[in-house]
């Protein structure tokens, strides 16, 4: 019912810059709080942002002054400007959305399929 695909990955080496977008699309009615997280190799799912329908965000620390998440609600998309890279940021970033589908009244959780964001000269 809900697609969200993901956009902006690559190489890039360290102090670059990327910038990731996350597009929704369905039969949706509107999008609550919506977010980034990566996955390591070897390491959990982390939660690296979050925005919520207002505006207000939320960073981990180690990416703080660093990247900026946004969101466009007419275009139900979510971006992430990932500034001063480094090593350390290599991970696949996955895009991740609160919607409530027409005529469900509730909301679920869904994911995009995951972008590689690799840092190294």
């Known amino acids: 019912q809900v697609q969200l695909v993901e956009s902006g990955g690559g190489l890039v080496q360290p102090g670059g810059s990327l910038r990731l977008s996350c597009a929704a699309s369905g039969n949706i009615f509107t999008i609550y709080n919506m977010a980034w997280y990566r996955q390591a190799p070897g390491k959990q799912r982390e939660s690296v942002a979050i925005?919520?329908?207002?505006?207000?965000?939320h960073y981990v620390q180690s990416v703080e002054g660093r990247f900026t998440i946004s969101r466009d609600n007419a275009k139900n998309t979510v971006y992430l400007q990932m500034n001063s890279l480094e090593p350390e940021d290599t991970a696949v970033y996955y895009c991740n959305a609160d919607v409530e589908v027409v005529g469900t009244l509730r909301s679920s959780s869904y994911w995009g399929q995951g972008t590689q964001v690799t840092v190294s000269s």
């Open positions: 925005i919520n329908r207002l505006g207000s965000t």
